[in-house]
Every structure is written in C-alpha cells, then in structure tokens.
C-alpha cells in the first residue's frame, strides 16, 4: 500500500444499510418470487433499484464512501458462503440448476434438503445461515455478486467500499457439517480459505476498489491464543498480497481486545473499531498499542444498534483524542444500521417532542456525516447542528416521559430480601402439592394456542375500525372458551388461555406498560424476509392498571383445574426492545420486574395459582465476553426474581425458556428460584434434563417432548421413551409434560393429535411408576 490511502482527509461512512425499503418491498419482492408471482428478472429489479436508492440517499446526506456487498436477498453470511462456494452436498445440484433458486433452497431447504441451521448474529436479534463446513470442503471464489454491486454504484459516481464478512469470522461461525466429526474446528480450514479472498480481494482491486472492508466481529468474543495466531496468519498473508485494494478491517459490539495488538502487527491499512460505551476500551487499548500511525482508523462513535440520537459533544471529544492516534479518521456508526429501522419520518403518531430524541438509519447517517464535517473543518462549523442536538438531549433528559420520580423511588427502596420468595423451595413445593393436588407427571403446555385466521382477521377489523373493542373482547372470549374446554376435553392438568389478544410476546406488555413506545414502520431484519417490530424503552416503566388480569381469570372461571397466568419476563422484555442508553440495564430491568411483580401479585389476588414468566431471552443477552456474564447474569436473575418473588408459598411460579443449549447457565436458571421450569428438549433428546440433574438442580421442570417447530406429530410411543428419558434425571415427583414452546406457530389439527399423544404419553408412563 502506499501513502495514498492514508493522507486523505477524513471521510464518513457506514458498514451497511437496512435492505428491505422503505415499504419493505424487498420482503414483498422475495416471498412474491418463492410463490411464483414475481419473476426472477423483476425481483433482481427491485433489489437493484433498492440498492441505487440506499447509495444516493447515503451520498445526499453527505455519506463519502458507500458500502457496496451488504445487500442480501436473505442473509449476508450465507452470501459470503456462496462466495467462498461453501454450497453443502445435498444443496449442490439445486445451485447448479439455478443459483437464485438453489440460493433459497439453502436458505429455507426443500422437499428433500434441509436448510442450513439459523442463528443469532453475535448478540443482535439478526439470525445469520450457518456454514457447514468439514475436512473435504474445497473453497472457490465467486466474486460475481460483489463485483456487480460494486460496479453499480460506481456507476452512479460514488466512491464505495465493498464489505465481506471476513475469513477468520466466517469461519469461527462455521460449524462441522452433517456427518462431519463433532470436534472438527472449521478454523483449521483458514489456509485453504485464504487464496479464495486472495481471488476476491483481486477482483475487487481490478473493478476498481480503492478499499475493501473486512468484517471480524467474532474477534470481539473471548478468543484463544491459537484463533488469535490464525488471525495474524490471514491478515499478514492478505496485507502480503501484491496490487490489491487497501485492507480495512472492522470490529463491532465490543472492545477488540486481544485481537487489537495483533492486528495492528499486520500489514493491514485500516481499523474500524466501535467507539460507543458498549466498547470504550477500545480507546484505551488503541492508545496502549501504540495506535496506528500512518494508517487508517474508522470511529464507529454512532451507535449503529440503539435508535437514540448521538451525543455530538461527547462523540466531539472522542473523535478528537483519536486524532493523535491514527494517520487519519473516518467517522462511522458502530456496526451496519441493519439493526435499526429506516426513518423516524415515517412515525407520524409518535409525538414530536419524542421523535427529535430518536435516531434511525436515515437520522443515523445524517449525525455520521455532521461529525466527520465537525472533525474534518473545526466545530465552527457545526455549532448551529451542535446546538440543535444539545437542544435535544436536554429535552429528553428533562422531559417526564424519560423521568418518572415514583418510579425511580421504588427501584432505589428495593432490597435484597424483595427478591427472595419468602418460605425456602421445599416448603413452597409441599404447599403447593397440597393447594393444587396436581398427579405425577403433570400435564402443562406453555402458553398460546394456534393463532387462527379468525384471531387475525379480528385484530385487522379491530384495526380498521370493522368492530369494535367490545366486539372484539367477545372473539377472544370466544377462543378462550373453546380453547380451555379443548384442554378439559384432552385431559390437561394445568391449563393455560391460549393467548389470543396477544399479537406478540412483548409488543402486549409494551403497549400497556407507561415508558414504553411503540413504532408503526420501525421494522428490522429478524431473518430472511421476516421483519420484527421492536418496541422502544424510553423512560421510566410502570404499570397503570393490569395487563392480563380480566382475561387470565375469565379463562379461570370457565374450569375447575387451575389456570397458567403468562407474563414476559423483564430480561425477554429488554432483549426484544430497543434500550436505554442513558441509565444501566440492570436499572431498567429493575423497573419492569417492578411493573411486572404488580402483575404477578394481582393475579395472585384474583385466584391464580399457577403463573408463568417467560424468559426465553435469558441465555441471548449474555454478553459477549465471559468478564461481562456475571454482572449480566446477577442483574438479570435478580429482576426475575423481585418480579415473582411477592406470592404466597403455594402460589406455584413458573418460568419457560426455549434454547438448545442451557448448559453454562444452569447456575443461572437455579438463582431464578422459580418453581418449576419449562424447557426446550425435544430435540436434544432430553440433554437439558440430564444439565439440571448434573447440576443437582432441586426443583421442578418440564423438558419439551414435543418439538413446536414441525407440523410432524410425535407419536404416543417416542413421546413416552422421552419421558422416560427425562425420568433417567429427574424424579418423577418433579418432572413435568409438556410441548418445548407455545403453539401460535402451528395449526389446530397437528396441535390436538400431538397434545392427545402427549396425555396419553404421560398416561402411559405414570402407570409405569
Ligand atoms: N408463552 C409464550 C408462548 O407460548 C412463550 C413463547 C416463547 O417462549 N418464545 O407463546
Ligand atoms: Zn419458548
């Protein structure tokens, strides 16, 4: 490389770009192309002209190089699998036949071939196509989609910068493929992956990139030193590498760490770290490694992750201690604005006063480019922008809706024993055998029922104004009903209500806790073409009036056997929302623990003797790095517990998570101190069962015997061997029968013949005891 990478004046940039449009119509173009309404060619079109409208809305905002190869029809890592022609065996003939198609055929499999396993991208709510790799993989380079979208954008005159998930990432993310040795570490394979980005790198050198970026946010995780000596191997052997574009290696969601020093030992051009609070080591790990004299350094002081406004002062004064650190700075958000909605313009009913204090991609890219003019010509030139945003925090700062001093007064006169149930577990599960008088292996599932078309057309007549709440209070009562005697009729133990008038999990709770907001177009990626809407945590929570009172105990008062009242833990409410960034997580949770434990006590009040908090989030929002898990893990358990912890001794606590793997938190899980526990099983043949009991784990649990996940019906008899499985490790005084996860995904018929099987199952098994 020479110096004329390095001598430029500072540039504005971001790593990527939210890819569905404003009207989502990429998700409309897509799932029209799998039933056949859209052409292929037409949905090329739409993507093409999506990416042309990002580029010149980055480029109008003042964005100085646009990132080029972060659009996906699906996944970006299943791209970057494409373009390392990692395609497994059974998808191979699919893709030679047809690329696009045989693309999506990897992505959400076929009649005969199974899609790549789904997972969460570091700790966002994005899921990423997992590699399968294994000592017979043989890479070859296929840069055509990159070369394309760079050659696009060039095209409008822009300078771009291709993004690709870098080598050492990739692979890290990679697990060993179907018959593949468990232990095989897809890591080993680095030396036969590098040629292949060697080949990209060319390529993209000769369409013209001047830089290319590298994406390696894995080196963000705990890594070992021998993960740490593949990363120095891959970035000496590609900075090696004769005419190719300026290397820019990025980092995001934590501190760099380890990988800081090593990466600046190689003959790379450029760093990309994340500046915000999650990761303000960085600034200091920087300083000690020398910095990067000579060479570039991208700031990510824009939090590419939360939708509140940047602090410019505060990001001023960042950028400006940088300076002395690196030959020359760019300004940038923390990551790829993927993990955030569009455009708060779109949000035409959130009120005003709140709005200037939200931040969306659009706004995001607006405050990146404002800073790197302020870095680049003086803060002169930005006072009146620096005013207006000085403006803005304080109006948030000050405003009620952010600070509710009652509630703030509450959270601060929690105690320790608030927390804490107030008789120990043996004699709250004595008295509740007696209170519930529940048989061995009791029968539970785990909250809603198959959401109908009927449930759906009535929240859209709600909606448009067809009928009214009244009339829509009396479809839900409907399906209460009919769902409360179908469980009577199957022989359910513990019933639960089915959840019809819950759209979602968490929106539910959101829309009727006070400091909650929620947004009309604030979609975000999940996965493929599905979108969610996350609420945001803007001030202080609290619980005007009860949430699920009046339809819990209306289900109660149809049956005699007990009903599940079913609450979103505090932790799954944060994991799914957009967060504070003013006050610690912990405080927040606290505060709808708070709310909730209001909810817990008045069910409790209203005859509800069994009643359930979900916590499916919990293990998802560890945090990246292990030094960071036990305040996470503290913080986390202490708000489940001051949420559950007000009830009498034979009110009986539930909880539920669905995960495969539960080993490293089953600490966790036991500090919740619920009563009995839900969990996902089905599929690991009853392996969390086996955790628990390693673990000594006194109380109660349910591990899933019927997958949710598939329309297949488990029969009566692989339901009871699982049962008798779970029964290996726990005793059947405190094992529980139920499915893995609630049923709003699947249809009634294939719900009712695996429900049957599972009462038979335990039937069959409890006659064996
Ligand atoms: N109670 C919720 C339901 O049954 C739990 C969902 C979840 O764990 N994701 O739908
Ligand atoms: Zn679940």
Redo the contacts with the bound molecule.
Sequence with gaps: MTTEHTTAATRSTVYGYPRQGQNRELKKAVEGYWKGRVTADALRATAAGLRRDTWRQLSEAGIDEVPTGDFSYYDHVLDTSVMVGAVPDRHREAVAADPLDGYFAMARGTQDAAPLEMTKWFDTNYHYLVPELGPDTVFAANSAKQVAELDEAVALGLTARPVLVGPVTYLLLAKPAPGVAADFEPLTLLDRLLPVYAEVLADLRAAGAEWVQLDEPALVQDRTPADLDAVARAYTQLGGLADRPGLLVASYFDRLGDALPVLARTPIDGLALDFTDAAAANLDDLAAAGGLPGRRLVAGVVDGRNIWINDYEKSLATLATLLGLAGRVDVATSCSLLHVPLDTAAEEEIDPEILRWLAFARQKTAEVATLARGLAEGTDAIADEIAANRADLTSRADSPVTYDPAVQARADAVRDADGRRSQPYEVRAAAQRAHLGLPLLPTT????FPQTDELRAARADLRTGRIDSAGYDERIRKEIAEVISYQERTGIDVLVHG?PERND?VQYFAERLSGYLATRHGWVQSYGTRYVRPPVLAGDISRPEPMTVGWTTYAQSLTDRPVKG?LTGPVTMLAWSFVRDDQPLGDTARQVALALRDEVDDLESAGISVI?V?E?ALRETLPLRAAGRPAYLAWATEAFRLSTSGVRPDTQIHT???YAEFGDIVQAIDDLDADVISLEAARSHMQVAHELADHGYPREAGPGVYDIHSPRVPSVRETASLLRTGLEAIPSERLWVNPD????TRGWPETRASLENLVAAARTVRDEL
Aim: hydrophobic share 30%; net charge negative; aromatic share 0%.
């Design positions: 599932t785990i909250g809603s959840e999990m079913m359930q979900d499916p539920h998570m669905c996860c609630g049923l709003k």
